[in-house]
């Protein structure tokens, strides 16, 4: 191993960032520096944890940054720490040029407006006990919004999202996975954010509902320009859906940099390794990978 395979940031090159407005000083929409989350432990049986380590990130706006790695890495707890939901210790979180990083309860109902998420599970994610429609009015009335402002918005988002004006009235068990997962962005869309924390929002799902929902994904980008923190362990997903691509690897971001270049030539030993564990529906390359994974094993 080399010194440039230890450095977080071996795998910026900025040659390959040219395109986006992430890494561009000062475009950034969102600004996250040397950020450590250390989660405080509770007597000898539960140690403190060290989550995230010094992660540095930027996302422009309307663009799609894809944060991978294993289960444990720190990639939720990256996502939490940016709803103001994680223990910072350090480091600043920007949002729009404003320090969030430690925002107050009402500055973050503020913010809730430019910062949504949609969660993995949208069997949990929903309230089984509301309608459709007053599941998709609640972040609108929490804002203000009158009752026939409210009406006019949940029906343009089921629009949106390919539902019929009816489902409104239905009841989250009434739909499949898919479906639920397209109400909960729905829900995330309502305030119009400018961010969308997306955590593992398509791994519950089977392989062609998740290519819709991907797909849904990059055309509400097109019609609204809002920006995604795209979460996953999956690395073909990712390479689908995003412009840059960061790699995160026991807390640490190990490599960032151009989707396709970090997803088909990775720098970073890990990321080739989780290349290698991910599917790919082509078998030549399918086998290709399987003999250069046992290369490097
Ligand atoms: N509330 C918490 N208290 C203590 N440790 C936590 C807490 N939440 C997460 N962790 C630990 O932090 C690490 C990162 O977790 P997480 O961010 O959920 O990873 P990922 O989303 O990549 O699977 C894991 O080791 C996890 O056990
Ligand atoms: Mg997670």
């Known amino acids: 191993m080399t010194d440039a395979d230890n450095h977080p940031d071996s795998g910026n090159r900025p040659d390959t960032d040219r395109t986006e407005t992430g890494d561009r000083p000062g475009a950034a929409l969102l600004d996250v520096r040397d950020l450590n989350v250390v989660y405080r432990g509770s007597g000898w049986r539960r140690p403190s944890f060290h989550a995230l380590h010094d992660v540095s990130i930027r996302i422009g706006a309307g663009e799609t940054v894809g944060l991978v790695g294993e289960s444990g890495s720190g990639k939720t707890t990256l996502g939490r720490a940016l709803l103001g939901l994680a223990p910072v210790s350090s480091g600043s979180v920007t949002f729009d040029g404003t320090d969030i990083t430690r925002a107050g309860r009402r500055a973050r109902r503020a913010l809730s407006r430019d910062i949504q998420v949609v969660f993995q599970d949208p069997y949990s994610s929903l309230?089984?006990?509301?309608?459709?429609?007053?599941?998709?009015?609640e972040p609108l009335r929490a804002q203000g919004t009158s009752r026939a402002e409210a009406s006019v918005r949940i029906g343009e988002l089921l629009r949106q999202i390919g539902l019929t004006a009816d489902a409104g009235r239905r009841y989250p068990r009434e739909f499949s996975g898919g479906q639920r997962q397209r109400i909960a962005i729905a829900r995330a869309l309502a305030l119009e954010p400018r961010l969308?924390?997306?955590?593992?929002?398509v791994s519950a799902l089977d392989l062609s509902t998740q290519a819709r929902i991907l797909d849904l994904l990059i055309d509400i980008q097109q019609q609204t320009g809002v920006a995604y923190l795209f979460i996953s362990h999956d690395?073909?997903?990712v390479r689908y859906i995003c412009h840059r691509v960061a790699v995160m690897f026991k807390g640490r971001i190990v490599e960032t940099g151009d989707g396709a270049a970090v997803t088909s030539d990775p720098h970073h030993p890990y990321t080739r390794r989780l290349l290698m564990a991910s599917p790919l529906p082509d078998p030549v390359r399918q086998a290709e990978r399987r003999r250069r994974y046992a290369a490097l094993a």
């Open 127 to 137: 309230n089984p006990a509301m309608s459709v429609e007053s599941i998709l009015a």
């Open 235 to 237: 690395l073909s997903v």
């Open 196 to 201: 969308i924390v997306c955590d593992e929002p």
